[in-house]
């Protein structure tokens, strides 16, 4: 069974950063992209990032361009962003979900997780 | 404003069949495959239709999807109330390297 659960949410300031990981099992991890996905309370999904198999692609969504990083550890079976210089706009329900290929580059996500929750506020 | 544009909002009545439409443009669905996600209240999307008419194993054959041009369509025939959720569109954009989503029809069986 594929599993995603993430972590890493919470509570922090604007200006501040967090953390998020996504921790997967029941498939072969380092086979296949990964993206995150958010979804801010009472509106609709966006897109984020996406990372290709063997992180040698990457791309972000212009809103969190030049503030977010994703990485993975194919060895950790693991799924990370970092966010930095977070600001109100970026409270949503972070999830992170599998692509059915090695890149990044499509929109065919056929696993997610329940999501870690962010909030930006002072 | 999304890239791709939905309806916000679709109804029927158990038994009908709805249709939600899903508007791009050139980069985007004109040359990529469309994907379609349900997402019940209070839970994570879920993979519905893929590559424009494709549905995974456990997914009914009442969903169906088509694409055409820069538009795409998702089908629902024999409605029933678990089908009340919200559905999005998603495309990869060539010219903007992302993906992106439609702004999200919510459906409600009345």
């Known amino acids: 069974e594929v599993r995603l659960v993430e972590s890493g949410g919470g509570v922090v300031q604007p200006g501040g950063s967090l953390r998020l990981s996504c921790a997967v099992s029941g498939f072969s991890f380092d086979n296949f992209a990964m993206h995150w996905v958010r979804q801010a309370p009472g509106k609709g999904l966006e897109w984020v990032s996406g990372?290709?198999?063997?992180?040698?692609?990457?791309g972000y969504g212009d809103a969190v361009k030049g503030r977010f990083t994703i990485s993975r550890d194919n060895a950790q079976n693991s799924l990370f962003l970092q966010m930095n210089s977070l600001r109100a706009e970026d409270t949503a329900l972070y999830y992170c979900?599998?692509?059915?290929?090695?890149?990044?580059?499509?929109?065919?996500?056929?696993?997610w997780g329940q999501g870690t929750l962010v909030t930006v506020s002072s | 404003q999304s890239l791709l544009t939905q309806p916000p909002s679709a109804s029927g009545t158990p038994g009908q069949r709805v249709t939600i439409s899903c508007s791009g443009g050139s980069s985007n669905i004109g040359i990529n495959p469309v994907n379609w996600y349900q997402q019940l209240p209070g839970t994570a999307p879920t993979l519905l239709i893929y590559t424009n008419d494709r549905r995974p194993s456990g997914v009914p054959d009442r969903f169906s999807g088509s694409k055409s041009g820069t538009s795409a369509s998702l089908a629902i025939s024999g409605l029933q109330s678990e089908d009340e959720a919200d559905y999005y569109c998603a495309a990869w954009d060539d010219s903007l390297n992302g993906v992106f989503f439609g702004g999200g029809t919510k459906l409600t069986v009345l």
């Open positions: 990372i290709s198999w063997s992180s040698g692609r990457v």
């Open positions: 979900a599998k692509d059915i290929s090695g890149t990044y580059v499509g929109s065919h996500l056929d696993s």
